[in-house]
């Protein structure tokens, strides 16, 4: 992964801009101000300012370490496949169907879509019926 932070632009390296161009990029003052408005351990210094994923923010459910340590393991598929789904309501929403085998678990389908009438979702086809 890539990352750029504020004190990688031409403001810190002393880069060569067009002039036009310096009052469209961050600047010294920029950052120092945002240092001082959320603090240079907040996520969101972290995230605009120093060009990190921080490990937390206020909307965070499952932390980025999380996953990346999920996917770098191997579970062994040890048990009689369940498949689920998680269907649609409103909005953009995605219709997910699911694979499940003891630990490993993988997506099938996730597809997003609008209602087709009566207030339901259409997605006849995607997921059998008991």
């Known amino acids: 992964m890539i990352t ?10 002393g880069e060569k801009v067009p ?3 310096l009052p469209l990029l961050v600047s010294p003052e920029w950052v120092e101000e945002r240092k001082i408005r959320w603090g240079a351990n907040s996520p969101i210094y ?5 060009g990190a994923f921080p490990d937390l923010s206020d909307d965070t459910l499952i932390l ?8 770098k393991r191997t579970l ?3 048990r009689r496949p369940i498949i689920a789904a998680d269907i649609a309501r409103f909005g953009e929403d995605e219709t997910v169907i699911m694979r499940r085998e003891g630990g490993w678990i993988r997506v099938y ?9 009566h ?3 259409h997605r006849q086809g995607h997921a059998g019926h008991r």
């Open 4 to 13: 750029v932070s504020a004190f990688d632009t031409p403001a810190y390296t």
């Open 19 to 21: 002039e036009n161009l």
């Open 46 to 50: 972290q995230s605009k300012v120093l």
């Open 64 to 71: 980025p370490k999380w996953i990346e340590a999920a996917q």
């Open 76 to 78: 062994e598929r040890t």
């Open 109 to 117: 389908r996730a597809h997003q879509g609008r209602h087709h009438g």
């Open 119 to 121: 207030g339901r979702p």
